[in-house]
């Protein structure tokens, strides 16, 4: 006959098991909510000419916050193409948990924009 200390041991390490092992194949992916994005474009005189070190003011509508920055160098094509890739793989939609999906359309769709007219305005003979 086994002791009932140690039929109350097994018992328990049974317990223990069965638990972690529920555990581990109940568990769910759980997913950070992250604010901020990158905005990139060239600010240029009447003339086209870049302006480099400006100071940009921007506003998000929907909340009133407002940011002001002063620009960096000038920024070729390639790299402004490298940049909106990035950040387009980073925040797409497909990439992103259900709930964040919507946000995560206008972000693209933003940066699409940007990306788009800053584009146009690379793409001018200087």
Known sequence: MVPKRDSKKIGFILFTFVALVFVMLTS?????QVSGATMTGTVSDASGAVIP???VSIKNVATG????VTTGAAVTLDQLT?????F???N???RQPLNAR?????RVAIANMLYDGARRELAKPR
């Open 88 to 90: 387009v793989w980073r």
């Open 65 to 68: 916050e407002a940011r002001t």
């Open 28 to 32: 769910i992916r759980v997913y950070a």
């Open 82 to 86: 490298s940049r909106w890739r990035n």
């Open 53 to 55: 070190n400006a100071r």
């Open 102 to 106: 919507e946000r995560a359309n206008a």
């Open 92 to 94: 797409h939609p497909d």
